[in-house]
């Protein structure tokens, strides 16, 4: 006797959609950090607010684990933003273009 398998109930289809989800996130996470690894060069990313959302190792080898704090502080050693910076010179340009003529970069 056969025995028929029981269709999955909707928790069960959400609990195996998240597994795979969550594998093919993590396969992604470390391909993408083997690729800055392999540039050579410290890599720091910061947000709008000049927070440094990301450091690769090469870069926290070079200036120390930065991560959560804002860049002027932690790298400049300043309270306030510094003078002729090109990040947020960047994103001021970006936020003035964006408001005005409704592009995004």
Request: net charge positive; charged share 30%; with cysteine.
């Given at each position: 006797m056969?025995?028929m398998k029981?269709p999955?109930?909707?928790r069960?289809k959400?609990?195996?959609?998240?597994k795979?989800?969550t594998?093919r996130v993590?396969?992604?996470?470390?391909?993408?950090?083997?690729?800055l690894?392999a540039i050579g060069?410290?890599i720091a990313?910061?947000?709008?607010t000049?927070?440094?959302l990301?450091?690769?190792?090469?870069?926290?080898d070079?200036?120390g684990?930065?991560?959560?704090?804002y860049?002027?502080k932690?790298?400049?050693?300043?309270?306030?933003?510094?003078g002729g910076?090109?990040?947020?010179?960047?994103?001021?340009?970006?936020?003035?273009?964006?408001?005005?003529?409704?592009?995004?970069y």
């Amino acid at each position: 006797m056969t025995e028929m398998k029981k269709p999955k109930s909707e928790r069960e289809k959400i609990k195996e959609t998240t597994k795979k989800t969550t594998a093919r996130v993590i396969k992604e996470i470390a391909k993408s950090e083997g690729m800055l690894a392999a540039i050579g060069d410290g890599i720091a990313v910061v947000d709008r607010t000049l927070k440094v959302l990301y450091e690769n190792q090469v870069h926290k080898d070079m200036m120390g684990d930065h991560v959560g704090e804002y860049c002027y502080k932690a790298y400049a050693k300043k309270e306030g933003i510094c003078g002729g910076c090109p990040v947020n010179s960047h994103f001021q340009g970006w936020q003035s273009s964006r408001s005005t003529k409704g592009t995004a970069y």
